[in-house]
T-cell receptor, first 115, second 113 residues
Framework: GAVVSQHPSWVICKSGTSVKIECRSL??????MFWYRQFPKQSLMLMAT?????????EQGVEKDKFLINHASLTLSTLTVTSAHPEDSSFYIC???????????FGPGTRLTVT | DQQVKQNSPSLSVQEGRISILNCDYT??????FLWYKKYPAEGPTFLIS?????DKNEDGRFTVFLNKSAKHLSLHIVPSQPGDSAVYFC????????????FGTGTRLTIIP
């Protein structure tokens, strides 16, 4: 199998606070993990690519100081939304691949609501 | 700039008939294409993929066709089943040392019993 989990599945936070989202590959070691966000009725937009032990590569337009990504092990990556604002409210999805060039397996997503 | 487009936001098909979902792309560097199925509040589930060296790939009820000259791919589901009702995303990737997936905007497929 290739199971990816995310925690929490949904979170509500106040504006100005920080929120951490975890992404874990449960039954395989992920060489690379990816973070996406999806606005309602829109496509998944890649935010950043994360490799274990190295700095994440952010897509154009994504603030790396606002969306902190840590990939501490081959099974865990975290996304921290710092100083969250209501416009950061979205559905955040991570994915992981077993090896370079292979399919990405997606987590169930995290619904973030910033009030 | 939407490099992967799914021009039909929704599609309804009778159970048992064929569902055809279409996807167009503009970037000629894309050489690997995937289809994902997504239920609300869940992550996408991988369905089927195709490399640019092929023009067809089949897996059970799912077949993907690729027309490189037209920069067009399609997903055929036959026979369609109620459980196929979901949003389908096509995605594309360039193999130049980059695993980044570019997703289309999705097509909501509804199978009518």
């Amino acid at each position: 199998g290739a199971v990816v989990s995310q925690h929490p599945s949904w979170v509500i936070c106040k504006s100005g606070t920080s929120v951490k989202i975890e992404c874990r590959s449960l039954d395989f070691q992920a060489t690379t993990m990816f973070w996406y966000r999806q606005f309602p009725k829109q496509s998944l937009m890649l935010m950043a690519t994360s490799n274990e032990g190295s700095k994440a590569t952010y897509e154009q337009g994504v603030e790396k100081d606002k969306f902190l990504i840590n990939h501490a092990s081959l099974t865990l990556s975290t996304l921290t939304v710092t100083s969250a604002h209501p416009e950061d409210s979205s559905f955040y999805i991570c994915s992981a691949s077993k090896e370079k060039g292979r399919e990405q397996y997606f987590g169930p997503g995290t619904r973030l609501t910033v009030t | 700039d939407q490099q992967v487009k799914q021009n039909s936001p929704s599609l309804s098909v009778q159970e048992g008939r064929i569902s055809i979902l279409n996807c167009d792309y503009t970037n000629s560097m894309f050489d690997y294409f995937l289809w994902y199925k997504k239920y609300p509040a869940e992550g996408p589930t991988f369905l089927i993929s195709i490399s640019s060296i092929k023009d067809k790939n089949e897996d059970g009820r799912f077949t993907v066709f690729l027309n490189k000259s037209a920069k067009h791919l399609s997903l055929h589901i036959v026979p369609s089943q109620p459980g196929d009702s979901a949003v389908y995303f096509c995605a594309a990737r360039s193999n130049f040392g980059n695993e980044k997936l570019t997703f289309g905007t999705g097509t909501r497929l509804t199978i009518i019993p």
